[in-house]
């Protein structure tokens, strides 16, 4: 903690970016800026719905709920700083401004990694045992996985921003990417790091492989149940929430990989600000509408909620 606080006060890291400001990039820029609003609004929107419609306050939608919150942060820890330094042109970002975002991102990424295998499972259990659902899901069950999602998470993160935080960097402290991601920063260390690099692919292993394991597993079982159902209905429709759930997870997942489980001498900067991309901005964007908008219930309180407000500003 010493070493942080004495760094702390002397250099500031330099974020590269992702985007210059030639024409190509300022369209790219707008995008990503137009993807970050429906993201931040639609993930509000959802916290608002579930929490504020008692017929949402089920196992699944308290689940999505935490989801959303997991993404309206992520989206919050990266994207307003990276926007103030391209439309400033100041690239510099803080000692402790670049571990907070470190212990954050590794944070959000682990506790949303647990929480989408823990969702699948509860979409397994809904589907291929229903009769039982309501005695294995309980409120507590449900505050558990939870619980144990964030956790994991934390913990990690708290681990990986004190230990990255305390290596010495010098050098002109300029790191590749557009947010102080972990594998760029330690590319700045003035000691050999390798080890604790081995250390962090053996936890992203576990921490991906792991969830994206049960995750399979989950839908696996529901594709076995739902050709078993009698009802052809029934079964399209479970089938069509578990298809676009799955693409969902599979971006998530897919992007992640990419960026931490590739060996050393295959990464390439511009290639994992590109991906990083789709986890941080993208994907948080795609979760509440393809969990929302192809969800009956969901746009039933929508709805429920226009009506309300058109009543309220009539009178």
């Known amino acids: 903690m010493e070493i942080w606080l004495n760094q702390s006060s002397t250099d500031d890291f ?32 959802l916290l608002f719905l579930i929490y504020g419609d008692p017929q949402l306050h089920t196992p ?10 997991m993404d309206l942060i992520l989206v919050c820890t990266n994207v307003p700083k990276m926007v103030v330094n391209f439309l400033t042109g100041r690239k510099s970002i803080s000692f402790v401004g670049c571990g907070i975002q470190i212990g954050l991102f590794v944070c959000l990424v682990g506790s949303e990694g647990f929480l989408l295998g823990f969702m699948a ?6 589907i291929s045992h229903p009769l039982h659902y309501p005695v294995l899901m309980t409120q507590r069950v449900c505050l558990q996985i939870v619980g144990s999602s964030w956790a994991f998470g934390i913990i990690d993160g708290v681990i990986q921003m004190v230990v990255v935080m305390t290596f010495p960097y010098c050098g002109l402290r300029e790191v590749n990417h557009f947010f102080c991601e972990m594998l760029s920063l ?22 991906l492989f792991l969830p994206f394991s049960i995750t399979v597993a989950s839908y ?7 050709l078993l159902m009698r009802s052809a209905q029934a079964g399209k429709k479970a089938l069509a929430t578990c298809s676009s759930h ?13 960026i931490y489980l590739r060996p050393r001498r295959y990464r390439v900067p511009s290639h994992d600000k590109v991906v990083s991309i789709f986890y941080t901005v993208l994907t948080p ?23 309300h407000c058109r009543i309220s500003s009539q009178h």
């Open 14 to 45: 330099i974020l590269l970016g992702i985007f210059s400001h030639s024409p190509t990039d300022l369209v790219l820029f707008s995008v990503v800026m137009v993807v970050f609003t429906v993201a931040l609004c639609g993930n509000v929107l």
């Open 60 to 69: 699944m939608y308290f689940f999505l709920s935490q989801l959303s919150l």
């Open 121 to 126: 499972y509860d979409r397994y259990v809904a």
């Open 186 to 207: 330690l590319k700045l260390a003035c000691i050999d790091t390798s080890i604790f690099e081995n250390v962090i692919y053996a936890c992203c292993v576990f921490m």
């Open 220 to 226: 696996a079982f529901i594709l076995r149940a739902v």
């Open 246 to 258: 799955l693409t969902a997870v599979s971006l998530f997942y897919g992007a992640a990989m990419f």
């Open 285 to 307: 964007m795609l979760n509440p509408l393809i969990y929302s908008l192809r969800n009956h219930d969901v746009m039933r309180a929508l709805r429920k909620g226009l009506d």
